[in-house]
C-alpha cells in the first residue's frame, strides 16, 4: 500500500496494511499488541505514530496521523 492509497481512502484501510506500511517506515513498533502498537520517531510529540486494530480496520485518524508523520520524516530526510 503506497501513500497516496491511504490519503485517498483513510478509512478503508485494513490494520495489517497499515502496520505493514509503519514498519517499513519506522522499523518495529516500541510496543506492540494484537489491537495496539505504538512506534518511536525520531521527534517528541506530534505527530505520534500509534495505531489500533479495530475489526480488523485502522481507524481513520490514525491512517492521517501516519501520513502527517511519513510526510515529516521524509522532509527532515531531505
Not at 509503519?22 to 510496543?31: E, L, W
Not at 485502522?58 to 521524509?74: H, S
Amino acid at each position: 500500500m503506497d501513500l497516496d492509497s491511504l490519503r485517498r481512502n483513510p478509512r478503508g484501510v485494513s490494520y495489517g496494511d497499515l502496520c505493514k506500511v509503519c514498519d517499513a517506515y519506522f522499523g518495529k513498533p516500541r510496543q506492540g499488541s494484537t489491537s495496539h502498537r505504538v512506534y518511536a520517531t525520531p521527534w517528541r510529540g506530534n505527530p505520534r505514530v500509534n495505531i489500533q486494530n479495530h475489526r480488523g480496520m485502522a481507524k481513520a485518524y490514525q491512517v492521517r496521523q501516519v501520513i502527517k508523520a511519513i510526510e515529516r520524516l521524509e522532509k527532515e530526510n531531505d
